[in-house]
C-alpha cells in the first residue's frame, strides 16, 4: 500500500516538474534572445555608419563631434614652438585638436605628414594612421601587426578612412568595450599593470581612451616577411617599463637611446611628447579618486526615457550640468572660475620655460658659430634636453592644468630649471668666444620662427595641395567606390587647415 | 497488479523524480541564489533594467543588490525574506504575472530603509533621531511618512526605469 502512496506522489512531482522544466526552458531561451544585442557584420565592424542602425543615440552623438570646426594654429598662437621642433614635422604645421571626427582628415592635411605621390613615398611611416581611425585594428587584423607597422604612410591611405569610432573601443557583437590595438596590454604588462581585460569596468572606461591618449613612439622592430626578406617595423610602444612619469619615460628612453629628432638649430637630441593624457590624467584629483574619463567626458544623458552615455566628446565644460554638477555642488560659474585660473597658472609658466627653452637653442646656435666644441656643448644639450622633455609633457597633452595641475607645474617648473641651467652655463660658453651681450633673434611671429627652424612653408603648402588634388582625391574614390565609408559621412570634414579654408 | 512489480515501478519512478529534481536545481541556477552575487538577480530578464541602472550608479561600487535587498539583522531574518521573495519572484515569473514597471513591496521597502540608514549612519543619525516627528520611516500613510528615496528620489536606479530604458545596455551582457 505504501508503494502505491511512494508511485502517485513521484508521477505527481514528475508531472510538476516536467511543467516547470519546460517553463524554465522556454524562459531561458527568452533570455538569450532579449540578451542577444544586434550583430555588427564582420566586414562592416570599422565602418561607422554600420553601427548607426543599432545604436542610433550614440551614432547621431558620436557624429556631434563636427561640432565646434574652428582651426587653431598654435604655431601662430605660441611661435617658440617653432624653434623649439627646429628639424620635426611639428615646426610645419601644429593645430589645437579639434573633435573625433575629424581626425582621419586632419591627418591627412596636416603639413607633417607631407605629400607623398604614391604608396612608397612621404616623410612618415604607417604608425602615424595608429590613432586615427577604427581601420587601423581592422588593417592589423587583416595584414598582421609587424606588416602594418612597416612602411610609409601612404601605403594604408585608401583602407583607413573612417575617422575614431565604435570599432575602436566596442565589441562588434555585444558591444562590449574592448581594445583592438596590441600595444596597449603589452605596455600594462610592461609597466606591472592590470591588462584590459584584468582592469575593472570603472578602469576599462579609461583604458579604452589610453588606446590613444598615451606618450608613446615608435621602437623599431626587425622581422622576416613569408619571402625571407628583413624588415624593419615601426611599431607604436609605451615608455611605461619605469611607470607611468616623464622620469621614468625618460628613463627608458636613455636607456634604450631613443632620441625622436636632432633640433636644427642647436644640435640638441629632443625627446619629443606625444600626448600623455591617461599618465597625468592618474595623478590628479580626479584620477585619484577613481573617476573614468567617460564619466566626465562622455555624461549619462537622456533621451525621452533612455538613459545612455553621450558619444559626443568634448570639453566637460560645454556639458558641465551633466558633468560636474552630479558631484560639485557649488555654482558652474564659480567652478569655471576656479578651471580658468588653473588655466592661467599653467600658461604663465609654459610661456616662461618656452621663451628660455626657445633663447637656450638660439644661444647654442650662437655659440657653435664663434666656434664652440661639441664637448662643451654636451651638458648644455642634456640640460635642454631634459628641460624640453618636461615642458612638452607638461603640455602636449590635452587639458593637463586641469586633469594634474600640480604635476604640471611640477614638470614646468622642473623644466624652466633646467632650461635656465643650460642658459647660465651658455654665457661662459659665449663669453669663452668673446661674445658678451648676444641676445637671440627675435621669433614672436610664427613667419620669423619659422625662418629660424628652416621652414619652407610656401613650397610644402602648395606640394601639399597638390597631393589633395591627386592622391588624396584617388584614396577617397576608392574608399566610396569600396563602400568603406559614404560621400554623406566625409562632406563635411574637408573644409579648413591652417592653411586652407573652403 | 502484482505487490512486487508495484515495488519496483514505485521506486524506479521515486528515482527518476529525484534525478529530475537534481536537473531542475541545475537548470533554474538554483544554488545562485544562496551567493551575493548580483548577477544572480539576472538569472532572468525581468531585472535587467534595475541591474543596469544600478551598475551605472554611485553604489556599484561598494553596495550590491543584498545589501539593500536583505535585512542584515541576523540569519533568521535574512533566510525567511530570501525564502519569501524567492517564492514570490518565481510565482510570478512562472505565471507571468508581474507588470513590466516594477515597484517594490511594502515589506521590501521597510528592509532598504533599514539599510540605508544602517549603511549611512553617521551622517543621518541626527535625522533617526528626530525621525518622530519629520520622518516616520515605517507607515507611509502618515503625514510624516517618508522614506530616504521619496527625496533622493535619483538613488540608485534613477527616475526613469522600465523595460525600454535601458536598451543595448552592457550589464545584461555579463551573463552569457
Redesign the interface.
Given at each position: 500500500m505504501k508503494y502505491k502512496y511512494l508511485l502517485i506522489v513521484s508521477v505527481v512531482a514528475i508531472g510538476a516538474m516536467i511543467f516547470l522544466a519546460s517553463s524554465i526552458k522556454g524562459r531561458e531561451k527568452e533570455r538569450i534572445e532579449i540578451n542577444q544585442g544586434p550583430e555588427i557584420a564582420h566586414q562592416d565592424r570599422a565602418k561607422n555608419e554600420a553601427w548607426e542602425r543599432y545604436y542610433p543615440r550614440q551614432y547621431s552623438s558620436w557624429k556631434k563631434t563636427k561640432e565646434g570646426t574652428d582651426i587653431k594654429d598654435m604655431l601662430k598662437a605660441k611661435p617658440q614652438l617653432a624653434v623649439l621642433w627646429a628639424g620635426y614635422g611639428f615646426a610645419k604645421d601644429y593645430n589645437a585638436p579639434r573633435g573625433h571626427y575629424y581626425a582621419v582628415q586632419d591627418n591627412r592635411n596636416s603639413l607633417r605628414t607631407g605629400a607623398p605621390v604614391d604608396s612608397k613615398t612621404g616623410p612618415m611611416p604607417t604608425a602615424c594612421w595608429t590613432c586615427k581611425s577604427p581601420d587601423v585594428p581592422r588593417m592589423i587584423e587583416e595584414d598582421g601587426e609587424l606588416e602594418f607597422f612597416t612602411g610609409k604612410w601612404a601605403k594604408y591611405g585608401t583602407e583607413i578612412v573612417n575617422p575614431i569610432g565604435c570599432y575602436n573601443c566596442h565589441n562588434p557583437k555585444t558591444a562590449e568595450l574592448e581594445v583592438h590595438v596590441p600595444y596597449l596590454d603589452r605596455s600594462l604588462k610592461a609597466a606591472g599593470l592590470p591588462t584590459f581585460e584584468e582592469s575593472t569596468y570603472q578602469e576599462k572606461r579609461n583604458l579604452v581612451c589610453a588606446q590613444c591618449h598615451v606618450e608613446y613612439y615608435f621602437k623599431k622592430t626587425e622581422w622576416q616577411d613569408e619571402n625571407g626578406n628583413k624588415q624593419v617595423a615601426k611599431v607604436v610602444t609605451l615608455p611605461w617599463k619605469y611607470g607611468l612619469t616623464a622620469e621614468g619615460a625618460e628613463k627608458y628612453y636613455d636607456e634604450v637611446g631613443h632620441t625622436d629628432f636632432k633640433n636644427k638649430i642647436s644640435g640638441t637630441p629632443i625627446l619629443k611628447t606625444q600626448h600623455p593624457g591617461y599618465e597625468l590624467f592618474k595623478t590628479g584629483i580626479h584620477g585619484q579618486k577613481g573617476v573614468s574619463c567617460a564619466d566626465c567626458h562622455m555624461p549619462y544623458t537622456q533621451d525621452g526615457a533612455v538613459k545612455y552615455s553621450d558619444h559626443q566628446l568634448q570639453n566637460p565644460l560645454n556639458t558641465m550640468d551633466r558633468s560636474c554638477m552630479n558631484c560639485h555642488r557649488e555654482s558652474e560659474k564659480k567652478l569655471k572660475e576656479i578651471v580658468a585660473r588653473k588655466y592661467e597658472r599653467k600658461d604663465q609658466l609654459a610661456e616662461l620655460t618656452m621663451d628660455n627653452l626657445a633663447k637656450a637653442h638660439l644661444e647654442t646656435a650662437k655659440a657653435m658659430e664663434v666656434g664652440a666644441t661639441d664637448e662643451e656643448l654636451k651638458v648644455i644639450r642634456s640640460d635642454i634636453r631634459k628641460s624640453q622633455w618636461r615642458w612638452d609633457y607638461a603640455v602636449a597633452s590635452h587639458a593637463s592644468f586641469f586633469h594634474a595641475p600640480e604635476e604640471t607645474l611640477r614638470l614646468l617648473a622642473v623644466g624652466n630649471e633646467y632650461a635656465m641651467k643650460a642658459r647660465i652655463k651658455l654665457v661662459s660658453v659665449l663669453a669663452k668666444y668673446g661674445v658678451m651681450n648676444y641676445s637671440a633673434p627675435d621669433f614672436s611671429t610664427k613667419e620669423s620662427a619659422q625662418a629660424l627652424a628652416g621652414v619652407p612653408l610656401e613650397k610644402l603648402v602648395k606640394a601639399k595641395l597638390e597631393f589633395k588634388k591627386t592622391l588624396e582625391a584617388e584614396w577617397i574614390k576608392q574608399a566610396i567606390a569600396r563602400k568603406l565609408i559614404s560621400n554623406e559621412t566625409l562632406k563635411d570634414a574637408d573644409k579648413e587647415s591652417s592653411y586652407f579654408k573652403k | 497488479m502484482k505487490?512486487s512489480n508495484?515495488?519496483k515501478?514505485?521506486?524506479s519512478?521515486?528515482f527518476?523524480?529525484i534525478v529530475?529534481?537534481g536537473?531542475?536545481v541545475y537548470?533554474?541556477k538554483m544554488s545562485s541564489y544562496l551567493s551575493d552575487d548580483p548577477k544572480a538577480c539576472i538569472?532572468?530578464?525581468v531585472m535587467?533594467t534595475q541591474y543596469a541602472?544600478w551598475?551605472?550608479s554611485s553604489h556599484a561600487?561598494d553596495a550590491r543588490c543584498v545589501d539593500c535587498h536583505l535585512p542584515h539583522d541576523g540569519f533568521f531574518r535574512k533566510y525567511k525574506t530570501k525564502a519569501i521573495d524567492g517564492w514570490k519572484h518565481s510565482k510570478a515569473?512562472?505565471l507571468n504575472s508581474y507588470d513590466p514597471a516594477i515597484k517594490i513591496s511594502k515589506e521590501g521597502a521597510v528592509i532598504v530603509q533599514e539599510n540605508c540608514v544602517s549603511c549611512h549612519k553617521s551622517i543621518v543619525s541626527n535625522i533617526v533621531i528626530n525621525a518622530t516627528k519629520y520622518h516616520n520611516f515605517k507607515d507611509p500613510e502618515l503625514i510624516t511618512g517618508r522614506k530616504c528615496w521619496d527625496c533622493h528620489k535619483t538613488v540608485p536606479h534613477?527616475k526613469?526605469r522600465?523595460t525600454?530604458?535601458?536598451?543595448?545596455n552592457?550589464g545584461?551582457?555579463e551573463?552569457?
Open positions: - | 505487490e508495484l515495488k515501478i514505485s521506486i519512478a521515486f527518476i523524480a529530475f529534481f536537473y531542475l537548470a533554474s538569472n532572468c530578464h535587467n541602472t551598475q551605472h561600487r515569473f512562472t534613477g526613469v522600465a525600454t530604458t535601458t536598451p543595448g552592457i545584461v551582457k551573463v552569457k
